[in-house]
């Protein structure tokens, strides 16, 4: 019985320190994509991004594989691309290639299975984040993403009311 409590209360306090690491680390890095944003215009970012032959692509690609963090720099410096009207191909090929081409995975993956499986590993994760940012653009899926200002407005508009119910004697 006493296994199970330490287990619990280092579980409990696991959960506490990563759950307090991660906020500070989304507070810290959303400020950083804040603070850029002011720095750098939206026009600057449009041009990037949003450039033709592939270059966007290739710099989003970029972009995303140095973020050293999960979600936790990922959501906010995608929610400054949205919000700065960069191309939305390139922006999907950062929000793919971002998870799966942070320094950690690559260093580690280097450590563990030498330098030509990671660079395999490289090219197909960015290959595919390409191809697949590519089709998601060409099907048109640009118009699933939700507008910040249309989701508010629209978030105050709905009706709430719950139907009565049917009392039956």
Avoid: H
Wanted: charged share 15%; hydrophobic share 50%; aromatic share 8%.
């Amino acid at each position: 019985m006493d296994d199970g409590l330490a287990m619990l209360t280092d579980a409990s306090k696991m959960f506490l320190f990563l759950a307090v690491e991660l906020s500070l680390l989304f507070l810290v890095i959303s400020l950083g994509v804040s603070l850029i944003r002011q720095r750098v215009s939206d026009t600057k970012i449009q041009a990037m991004l949003g450039a033709r032959k592939g270059k966007g692509y290739v710099i989003a690609a970029l972009l995303g594989s140095i973020t050293p963090f999960c979600s936790c720099s990922t959501i906010p410096m995608l929610r400054g691309l949205l919000s700065a009207r960069a191309g939305f191909g390139p922006t999907l090929t950062f929000l793919f290639v971002s998870p799966l081409l942070n320094p950690i995975i690559v260093g580690l993956m280097w450590a563990t299975f030498g330098l030509k499986i990671t660079l395999l590993y490289t090219i197909i994760a960015v290959v595919v984040s390409v191809l697949s940012s590519l089709l998601l653009n060409k099907l048109g899926f640009e118009r699933y993403v939700i507008n910040a200002k249309e989701a508010k407005r629209s978030a105050c508009l709905v009706n709430y009311s719950v139907p009565k119910a049917t009392i039956q004697s």
